[in-house]
């Protein structure tokens, strides 16, 4: 089955960048989503299509996606932005696949 | 506004019995296919079933495959999933999930979340 890992923590200062991996198998050739869900809240989707964002969501959020790995960004971090992200992919056989989860501590 | 208020969680015994309900407003139901993904305490996310927006086609993980059936009524802007022969290992909170198309695929992407259900099994 299609797996995606992410490094379980990372953590930021407030105003820094904050950088979140995700790695799969020729994960370029997919569109990656990201997802915020803060403790108790159900998941909120921040990036789609790799690089688009909801109108909704802050411009300091940010996506790409090449080779092996996809990345969430996000610019000047603040304290709301404490949360887990969660990539998330599309398989042929287990249709959504997401990742292992980013724990982001500000 | 999307809304997706999920209920019929509860607690069951393995091998029992329970369906879901997910009542959508705030969209048109109609032109949209539907997922459930699950969360056990403290894990990640694990996508469990999808619908089309005509119902006509379905799909399910591995895990719950022959024993979950999600179905849909559009008169009720209800989302359905019924889950039997359950598992310790079913025990998780349920999301109902608004898909981005009418068709589930590799272009999609979840952009709309319910508050969840907590689904219980144990001894």
């Known amino acids: 089955s299609y797996e995606l890992t992410q490094p379980p923590s990372v953590s930021v200062s407030p105003g820094q960048t904050a950088t979140i991996t995700c790695s799969g198998d020729?994960?370029?050739?997919?569109?990656v989503s990201w997802y915020q869900q803060k403790p108790g809240q159900p998941p909120v989707v921040v990036i789609y299509?790799?690089?688009r964002r909801p109108s909704v969501i802050p411009e300091r959020f940010s996506g790409s996606n090449s080779g092996n790995t996809a990345t969430l960004t996000i610019s000047g971090t603040q304290a709301i932005d404490e949360a887990e992200y969660f990539c998330?992919?599309?398989?042929?056989?287990?249709?959504?696949?997401f990742g292992t989860g980013t724990k982001v501590t500000v | 506004e999307v809304q997706l208020l999920g209920s019929g969680g509860g607690s069951v015994q393995p091998g029992g019995s329970l369906r879901l309900s997910c009542a959508a407003s705030?969209?048109?139901?109609?032109?949209?296919?539907m997922n459930w993904v699950r969360q056990a305490t403290g894990k990640g996310l694990e996508w469990v079933s999808a619908?089309?927006?005509?119902?006509?086609?379905?799909n399910y993980a591995e895990s719950v495959k022959g024993r979950f059936t999600i179905f849909r009524d559009d008169s009720k802007n209800t989302l359905y999933l019924q889950m039997a022969s359950l598992r310790v290992d079913d025990t998780a909170v349920y999301f109902c999930?608004?898909?981005?198309?009418?068709?589930?695929?590799?272009?999609?992407?979840?952009?709309?979340w319910g508050q969840g259900t907590l689904v219980a099994v144990s001894s």
């Open positions: 020729k994960l370029g050739n997919k569109y």
């Open positions: 998330q992919a599309w398989d042929a056989l287990t249709f959504y696949v």
């Open positions: 705030g969209f048109t139901f109609s032109e949209y296919a």
């Open positions: 999930v608004k898909d981005s198309r009418v068709e589930v695929g590799a272009t999609n992407w979840l952009d709309s």
């Open positions: 299509e790799d690089t």
């Open positions: 619908i089309s927006a005509t119902g006509g086609d379905t």
